[in-house]
């Protein structure tokens, strides 16, 4: 008879799982009940265990130099944690790792439930055109932003990831998911108005971006 898989099993296979638990006691029990229902046959177990290893690698080099607390808020990293054990796309791991690195270091209050809820309805294009938004709505004099000048303010690396329309659908999606909204006076501090420029950042924008860093 083949023996039953457990959650023990992940937490003691991972290695980056295994450290982080024993390093933060408290994230035991949130892995214990988030894995439980992955652990049903092997192939379930070998795609938690290979997520949850890479991700919990992640938040351990973001935790990096930071005190880990003692004890944390078990449903709020497990459902954390519910998220990344199905998530194998690397631009998404980065968040759910950053949202694990803010709570192993007491820093979790930006993690609202309704957060969590959203980031999993991102695609990873979505996230990153998400942080360029921010990153354009830091700077008061661009606060108005549209999707098609969007693409002059990323990197190359992600510029090269993405097309028009491939932005324009993130901008759907983040419109959806309430991350930004419309603005009905997109003017520059100049008063030039920029025809296109219709959206802004919205407070759960704001805050999604502030959950997913951890240094924030």
């Not at 950053?98 to 192993?104: D, H, K, V």
Request: charged share 30%.
């Amino acid at each position: 008879m083949t023996a039953l898989i457990t959650p023990q099993d992940i937490i003691d296979g991972a290695h980056a799982v295994k450290a982080v638990t024993q390093a933060v006691p408290g994230m035991k029990a949130a892995v214990s009940e988030a894995v439980q229902h992955w652990v049903t046959d092997k192939f379930r177990f070998a795609r938690a265990k290979s997520n949850l290893e890479h991700t919990f690698e992640m938040a351990d080099r973001m935790a990096e130099g930071k005190e880990r607390v003692e004890d944390i808020s078990c449903k709020q990293a497990e459902k954390v944690i519910e998220a990344c054990i199905g998530e194998d796309r690397e631009e998404l791991q980065k968040l759910w790792a950053a949202m694990l690195a803010r709570i192993m270091t007491g820093n979790e209050k930006a993690i609202r439930s309704d957060i969590v809820d959203v980031v999993k309805k991102f695609e990873p294009r979505d996230a990153l055109v998400l942080k360029y938004i921010f990153s354009i709505a830091e700077e008061e004099s661009k606060f108005e932003l549209s999707s098609s000048h969007i693409k002059s303010y990323m990197s190359i690396e992600d510029r090269d990831k993405m097309d028009d329309d491939d932005i324009s659908l993130s901008f759907e999606n983040l419109f959806y998911c309430a991350c930004i909204k419309h603005n009905n006076s997109a003017y520059l501090s100049t008063g030039t108005f920029i025809e296109g420029a219709v959206y802004r950042l919205t407070a759960r924008g704001t805050k999604i971006m502030e959950a997913v860093n951890p240094n924030m």
